[in-house]
């Protein structure tokens, strides 16, 4: 077969699980040991390229998680829009290196574009650099990068050159219901989980400031504040102008982990619930979370691009390059990289500004719509449902992993669980581009007769004595 029918073959299985995926079993029946031994012997010789894409396929698609469909409510992740995807094809078939501008002109124009109009529909500073990486947990891993350098350097230490051994301790202070990839981007970074100072938070998972400038009038030498823009249980938001001035008046340098919810500075319905967050020093968000951008996609954004590039660059001539354009690299983890900005692109300029508010506003407003359901029937709504997020109980924590468990085993649609403030929920986060009323009300109705048929158990109808 011809290179031009082998990528049109794959192609259209894409098409096909993408357009069937409105109607198919969200979770798969089929579990990862069949693909495992469908696939698993090493052959000897090689095969002709349609043969390995048709076996590929045969043995992959059973195990395929929907999660590009409408109903898919799992992990906070969207289902890639339709130019976004095209364009990650496209992405595959032109194989960029997305290094800098000598590895590839588009790749890095397109890149700069696309993290110019991220810049303006987030609200943050114009001047503010970024780096394209590979998700929320490689975005605060470059963002924490950066506050490290920034916060060392004030206090005379060359981190870059000479380390972290002797340097003087940072305390990192964050909301003690952070996401845990900051812990781990911690660990990576040599910082350690023990510089953690976790702060309280209220029932919403918000940071009590009074309690955060407390903490910090007792730190002394450098330190780093964690905010958060939407929660990734209860999509709550940080007090950003009372913490970043509280932050600020100690000299902290201020990273928002705002993979979820910094997208809600898009709407200008939402935009007040993220007021202030652009004071803070770093962002970080995902591009394949609310964006509806393939996997993988994040963006870290730093207001001092010389913390930035002095953690990530390979050399000072970072804001340049070697060629007079900016080299995309200098900003991320990788050298060789993903041509990441393509799908990117694809996806704003598929939403436009008003496309993205409307996405933005109408996973909220299906948000509620779920959580209305749900309580009227007599379930418990864990959390205000101020973004697109939903945690339901369904009485003790038993119950509630039973009937998650039945609306999983469903297949009408899928969400994850979750331990929030020491009980189980089931979390629903409404993300993508394809979900409607309709889906919500299926969804909901699943979900409604899995509690009732549990609720049911519970309490038996009174036989015969
Ligand atoms: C999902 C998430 C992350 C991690 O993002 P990945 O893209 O999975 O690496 C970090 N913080 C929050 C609040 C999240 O919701």
């Known amino acids: 077969m011809e290179l031009r029918e082998l990528l049109i073959a794959a192609a259209a299985h894409a098409a096909d699980f993408r357009e069937q995926a409105a109607e198919a079993r969200v979770f798969p029946e089929t579990g990862p040991e069949a693909v495992r031994d469908a696939l ?20 992959a698609e059973p195990a395929l998680v929907a999660n590009t469909g409408p109903r898919y409510f799992g992990f906070v992740t969207g289902g890639a829009l339709d130019a976004a995807t095209a364009a990650d094809v496209l992405t595959t078939g032109w ?18 574009v696309a993290a110019s109009w991220l810049k303006e529909l987030l609200g943050l500073p114009a001047t503010a650099s ?29 981190v870059e050159r000479d380390g972290l051994p002797g340097a003087p301790r940072i305390r990192v202070v964050v909301n003690a ?10 660990r990576l970074l040599g910082l350690g989980t023990g510089a953690v100072v976790p ?10 400031v009074g309690e955060l400038a407390r903490v910090l009038s007792d730190v002394d030498g450098p330190s780093i504040v964690c ?14 102008p009372a913490a970043v001035e509280a932050a600020h008046r100690r000299g902290a340098w201020v990273h928002v982990d705002g993979a979820v919810g910094l997208w809600a500075a898009a709407s200008p319905t939402l935009r007040p619930i993220t007021a202030g967050v652009e004071a803070a020093d770093s962002w970080s968000t995902d591009g394949h979370k609310w964006l509806n951008v393939p996997y993988d996609s994040g963006y870290a954004f730093c207001a001092h691009p010389e913390a930035h590039a002095a953690a990530t660059a390979y050399t000072a001539a970072y804001l340049t390059g070697q060629d007079g ?36 506003d109408r996973c909220c407003a299906l948000a509620r719509r779920f959580a209305g359901l749900l309580a009227d029937a007599g379930v418990e709504i864990g959390n205000e449902v101020v973004l697109n997020q939903v945690l339901a109980a369904f009485g003790d924590d038993e119950r509630t992993r039973r009937v998650l468990a039945a609306v999983q085993r469903s297949g009408v649609c899928w969400m994850g669980g979750t331990r929030w403030h020491g009980r189980e929920y089931m ?18 109705g699943a979900v409604l007769s899995a509690f009732r048929r549990e609720r049911g158990a519970a309490f038996p109808a009174a036989g015969p004595p």
């Open 40 to 59: 698993g012997t090493l052959p000897e010789g090689p095969a002709p390229a349609a043969e390995v894409v048709d076996e590929l396929v045969k043995a």
């Open 95 to 112: 194989d960029q290196n997305g290094f800098n501008a000598i590895s590839s002109p588009a790749a890095a124009a397109v890149e700069d």
């Open 130 to 158: 970024s780096g394209f990486v590979t998700g929320g947990q490689a975005a605060n891993t470059v963002c924490l990068a950066a506050a490290r350098h920034h916060v060392l350097a004030r206090a005379g230490w060359d």
């Open 177 to 186: 219901d952070r996401h845990a990839t900051i812990d781990r981007s911690l």
């Open 199 to 208: 702060v309280r938070t209220d029932p919403q998972g918000r940071t009590d």
């Open 227 to 240: 905010l958060q823009a939407g929660d990734v249980n209860t999509g709550s938001f940080d007090d950003f």
């Open 325 to 360: 354009f900016r080299a995309p690299s200098a900003f991320a983890l990788e050298s060789s990289r993903r041509a990441r900005g393509f799908a990117t692109w694809a996806a704003l300029r598929q939403l436009g500004r008003g496309g993205l508010a409307e996405l933005v």
């Open 427 to 444: 979390r629903i986060s409404v993300s993508s581009w394809r979900t409607t009323a309709g889906d919500v009300d299926r969804a909901a």
